[in-house]
């Protein structure tokens, strides 16, 4: 076998796995608006694959935040195995100066953290994982505060997603983030329709 045919077996391999990864976010989100709880279980599959992954591009802010959502795969079956009779959060929105602060704070974390990378590591696209991983992380608590504006913040990062995957030729994950940019405009105008 020659060196070019060895080349396109690892390309082939490495294409089934992000395949794997993609369809296993996908059924997360399935089963997460199911309110299923076998959405942690797809969650922790799409996660490790995504941890392999981004490690391998240099992308290594995703790979942590990766790492964060196996974490949270395990909180999330656990606390959705609980019991339901909660009272619900209801969805509301924050103040332009709260909206200004969270904004702040992840752009000098994204700063701080990409020259970090940078200067430090042999990070591919320091910044821009830098800031798709922090605004993840910030959206991530506004959703569990159900702050409207999540669903904002989302769309940039998923918009940059898009493109940052896109430069590093994972296309099939490119194309993920795009349906994520979707399902996140969708998430803000279901919840405009609940703001309290």
């Known amino acids: ?7 396109l077996s690892e390309v082939s391999n490495f294409s ?7 369809v296993s976010s996908l059924l997360y989100i399935y089963f997460a608006t199911k309110e299923n709880r076998l959405c942690f279980l797809f969650g922790l599959i799409s996660s490790t694959i995504y941890v392999y992954i981004c490690f391998s591009y ?15 795969s ?12 909660k009272v619900e959060e209801k969805v509301k929105s924050i103040q332009n100066k709260t909206f200004l602060l969270y904004a702040t704070i992840g752009g000098l974390a994204t700063l701080v953290f990409g020259g ?8 591919s ?35 940059v997603g898009i493109g940052m995957y896109f430069y590093k030729e994972l296309y099939f ?13 969708q998430g803000y105008r279901k919840w405009k329709t609940q703001l309290i």
């Open 74 to 85: 395990f909180v999330g079956w656990a606390m959705w195995s609980e019991n339901k009779n």
């Open 16 to 22: 089934i796995l992000e395949i794997i990864g993609v």
């Open 58 to 72: 240099q992308l290594y802010f995703d790979t942590l935040i990766n790492l964060y959502y196996i974490v949270m």
């Open 1 to 7: 076998m020659s060196i070019f045919d060895n080349f």
């Open 116 to 123: 970090i990378a940078l200067n430090y590591s042999d990070a």
């Open 173 to 185: 994950t490119s194309f993920l983030f795009l349906i994520y940019t979707i399902i996140a405009i």
């Open 125 to 159: 696209l320091p910044f821009v994982d830098s800031f798709t991983t922090v605004f993840a992380i910030i959206a991530t608590v506004m959703v569990v505060k159900k702050q409207i504006e999540n669903w904002l913040i989302w769309i940039i990062v998923d918009g």
